[in-house]
């Protein structure tokens, strides 16, 4: 029951942001350029803001050490579903715009905003270490592998003009959230105490701030995409469809199938530890895609209906998943 409190509680927090975000550009707040700006404050800055701080702020070296075996559970997992999603691609024939979103909602999961007080409320915080693994995983998933898929997927380059020389951006490998990541783990691995220093705090503080504009930002601005194309685009195509049963059936299947294979290669895993990934694994999909669609000039409006079907529908789904690993 807790869990499914705790899961309604966080889908409606979003919904209200959401209708912020439509009820704001439905009365003309906002002009035309807007959606760029919040583009750019998210990626070049909040983001980058909020990944360095936060995991500072929740891991340590020696824990990172410690629970390997959730990174390797984690990035085994991620690796099959980009295989996965990338085979669907191809034999869907999903269309060039689509495509990154389609792959990321395989992979990457919204573990901050809505798994991490879920996974409070559902194992308290003796589980908060697995959470830790699964999110470090996830950060570098989204922020490697997934930024540049959704930057790839450009139908503008897809399509482009004959006799055009194709070239690549070395930049887009390393996107500002990344950067951020990279500089974290430094002083991570190399006990720089950043976060704890005293005359730091000022510092501290206003990364904390500026790195917390991330999710309602994002959230204002899927609703600025609902009220500019209508709720018409909410719709269950079958790009759709494929895309939350991948977030919500093959992501979570797939982290059960290697741990299962692990404990009959003998290889201990808490049930804490198991049940931990397999919820995270089941979280919606990325608040941000509908951010990266846009840096990518790819089709906002499916990022924006697979986030907001995945995130109503897990008040469903956290139940069922409680259900079926509830022997674990």
Known sequence: MTALYTSIESVLTIVLMIALGYILQHNGWFDEKFGQTISNLLMKVALPASIFIQVLQRLTRSKLISLSSGLVYGFGAVALGYIVAFILVKLLKVRPGRRGTFINMFVNANTIFIGLPLNMALFGDKATA???????????????????????????????????????????LLPAPL?????????????????????????????????????????????????????????????????????????????????????????????????????????????????????????????????????????????IIMLLIQGM
């Open 130 to 172: 697995y959470f830790l693994m699964y999110y470090v995983v996830n950060t570098v998933s989204t922020w490697t592998l997934g930024a540049f898929l959704m930057s790839w997927d450009d139908p503008t380059k897809v399509a482009g003009e004959i006799g055009t020389k194709a070239s690549f951006n070395w930049k887009k």
């Open 179 to 319: 950067v951020g990541f990279l500089v974290a783990l430094v002083f991570l691995l190399f006990n720089i105490p950043f976060v704890h220093v005293g005359w730091l705090s000022f510092v501290v503080n206003a990364m904390t701030y500026v790195g917390s504009l991330v999710t309602p930002l994002s959230l204002i601005y899927i609703g600025i995409i609902l009220a500019k194309a209508g709720f018409k685009t909410i719709k269950f195509d079958r790009d759709s469809v494929v895309a939350l049963l991948g977030r919500f059936v093959v992501a979570p299947l797939l982290i059960f199938a290697l741990i299962t294979i692990g404990l009959k290669a003998g290889f201990q895993v808490p049930s804490l530890e198991a049940k931990t990934l397999i919820v995270q694994a089941s979280a919606p999909g990325l608040a941000v895609l509908p951010i990266l669609a846009t840096e990518g000039h790819g089709d906002v409006e499916y990022a924006t209906n697979v986030v907001t079907l995945s995130t109503v529908l897990f008040v469903i789904v956290v139940p």
